[in-house]
């Protein structure tokens, strides 16, 4: 069975997951509409969504931040004390994101 790590930082030392933390946020995506997560706690979140999405860190997202496809569930080193934002890529359907912290 493989594990599945993220790294604190960069060059850093690997933070393993073991398993989902605290859901930092659940919420049916529309076009146009973003979502902020609450504030991370942890070091590393697991983000799932059927749909493809940008995301960026903090409390807002545009259409010229980072698309990710979330549609298999990815794993993501975070900044504690900080949101993440999420929206729809443009042309996508509607969709349910799971913003969950790992440990």
């Given amino acids: 069975m493989s594990e599945v790590t993220a790294t604190i930082e960069r060059n850093g ?8 933390g605290v859901s ?3 919420v049916g995506l529309t076009q146009g509409n973003a979502f902020t997560s609450q504030i991370i706690q942890g070091q590393a979140i697991y983000i799932f ?10 409390t807002s997202v545009t259409e010229s931040d980072a ?12 900044n504690r004390g900080r949101p993440v934002s999420v929206r729809l890529l443009d042309g996508e359907d509607g969709a349910t994101v ?4 790992v440990r």
Wanted: charged share 20%.
């Fill in 67 to 78: 698309p990710v496809d979330a549609r298999g569930g990815i794993y993501l080193n975070a």
């Fill in 13 to 20: 030392a690997v933070l393993p997951i073991v398993v989902p």
């Fill in 49 to 58: 969504c059927k749909s493809l999405i940008h995301l960026a860190e903090g």
């Fill in 98 to 101: 799971w913003i969950h912290e």
């Fill in 24 to 26: 930092r946020g659940k």
